[in-house]
Nanobody
Framework: VQLQASGGGLVQPGGSLRISCAAS????????MGWFRRGPVKERELVAA????????YYTASVSGRFTISKSNAKNTVYLQMNSLKPEDTAVYYC?????????????????WGQGTLVTVSS
């Protein structure tokens, strides 16, 4: 599966942004989808994930209640809606896919990666 992320940009603290990831290649519904990020001084972390059926989601504690992951099987696209953004959310955001038989909450299970999209939260 090939992944193409888009939608990053500059946003003020407290603002919102939605980033997208379009998938192509193998059947989109065979994969869990996740959003990772790597900040200026942080290691890569799994931010949000959604299982292949779209029925279950995972969020890391720092974004829970602010970010929402969703997917459209019709459009082969996964989204990350980010609200109440903070400067510490500044990072390169990557989308990734994991085969459906893996635990979608474990970052190590993601084998397929797209290029990153930069999100900068600054006034």
């Amino acid at each position: 599966v090939q992944l193409q992320a888009s939608g990053g940009g500059l946003v003020q603290p407290g603002g919102s942004l939605r980033i997208s990831c379009a998938a192509s290649g193998r059947t989109f519904t065979d994969y869990h989808m996740g959003w990772f990020r790597r900040g200026p001084v942080k290691e890569r972390e799994l931010v949000a994930a959604i299982d292949y059926r779209g029925g279950s989601t995972y969020y890391t504690a720092s974004v829970s209640g602010r970010f929402t992951i969703s997917k459209s099987n019709a459009k082969n696209t996964v989204y990350l809606q980010m609200n109440s953004l903070k400067p510490e959310d500044t990072a390169v955001y990557y989308c990734a896919a994991s085969d459906y038989f893996n635990d979608y909450r474990e970052g190590v299970n993601y084998d397929y990666w797209g290029q990153g999209t930069l999100v900068t939260v600054s006034s």
